[in-house]
């Protein structure tokens, strides 16, 4: 049983374009049309079609093999966030300012509208932090974007999905290109392979370390970017009962995470004091990466 119940909306309503926070209509968002006179969507494009050539079934164990060791680097969750001030995510056909920016921008909607839930914020701050692989060698393809599993059928919703898996040798792979591939009937998503990136390595981060966010949060900062599962329908056949309950969280997250994006940008220096305590609540220290 889920305590400290927060307000969730129901799909349907996560949709209504008068979502107050919004900064623009929320059928804007998540444009993934192709056009080659666009920067931003060209960059969009060529991200996504570099990401699904390449992320297979070795791929995806090879740096898991990689990078959870956790013998990268050591570094306080502060210290990681502030890098992001030097990242714009070329999978976001939303935004092209820092990342950091929009970590702030997450988490105080979040904490404006859920004041009372602590590690709800922390987990709006930090839920992009992954990507600091992208500072030790790693390509964008390889951390950012809409996650998927690998080791069964493409799922119908996954952006781009017709014209960028040609050059995957998945593709053709007898064991991988099943509706069910390598899995079985309600496996549950701990036992799935998902495609590498940010989310999965926070995630693992976070438990290596021993953080004491709570389990939904962990949810929300693992399958942040699953959007094949949580807002396009797929993949609910390798789910438990405790995945399709803990979508909802995820769903609850989702839309402060995309609807934010563009909006007003927060004073960030004034409110570092505020989220260090976070930080030093649930996850303090030095990390290892």
């Not at 623009?24 to 079609?49: A, C, F, H, L, N």
């Not at 164990?61 to 714009?88: C, G, P, Y």
């Not at 105080?108 to 500072?135: C, Q, S, T, Y």
Request: glycine fraction near 6%; charge should be negative; include cysteine.
């Amino acid at each position: 049983m889920i305590k400290n119940k927060i307000n969730i909306l129901d799909v349907s309503e996560l949709m209504r374009p008068e979502l107050e926070f919004a900064s623009k209509q929320v059928g804007q968002y998540r444009d993934y049309s192709i056009d080659s006179e666009d920067p931003i969507k060209e960059r969009v494009r060529i991200t996504y079609t570099e990401m699904h050539a390449n992320q297979t079934v070795d791929y995806v164990k090879r740096k898991m093999a990689q990078w959870l060791s956790f013998d990268k680097f050591e570094s306080t969750i502060m210290e990681v966030l502030e890098s992001l001030n030097d990242l714009v995510d070329e999978s976001d056909p939303d935004v092209d300012i820092p990342n950091i920016i929009h970590a702030y921008q997450t988490a105080e909607r979040i904490r404006a509208i859920h004041p009372n839930h602590d590690w709800f914020h922390l987990v709006g701050l930090i839920h992009d932090l992954g990507k600091v692989m992208i500072f030790k060698g790693e390509p964008q393809w390889s951390v950012v974007g809409d996650t998927f599993p690998v080791g069964c059928a493409w799922g119908n919703s996954i952006v781009y999905r017709d014209t960028t898996f040609n050059g995957n040798p998945d593709t053709y792979d007898p064991r991988f290109n099943t509706k069910i591939g390598i899995y079985a009937k309600n496996c549950g998503l701990n036992n799935v392979l998902m495609s590498w990136g940010h989310d999965e390595y926070l995630y693992r981060v976070l438990l290596h370390n021993k953080t004491t966010i709570p389990r939904k949060g962990l949810h929300m900062i693992r399958f942040h970017s699953f959007y094949p599962w949580h807002s396009g329908g797929d993949y609910d056949f390798l789910c438990t009962k405790e995945d399709l309950e803990m979508k909802k969280w995820v769903l609850e997250f989702n839309k402060f995470d995309l609807y934010t994006k563009g909006g007003t940008i927060p004073d960030i220096e004034e409110l570092k004091p505020y989220y260090q305590s976070l930080i030093d609540k649930y996850i303090p220290g030095l990390v290892k990466w």
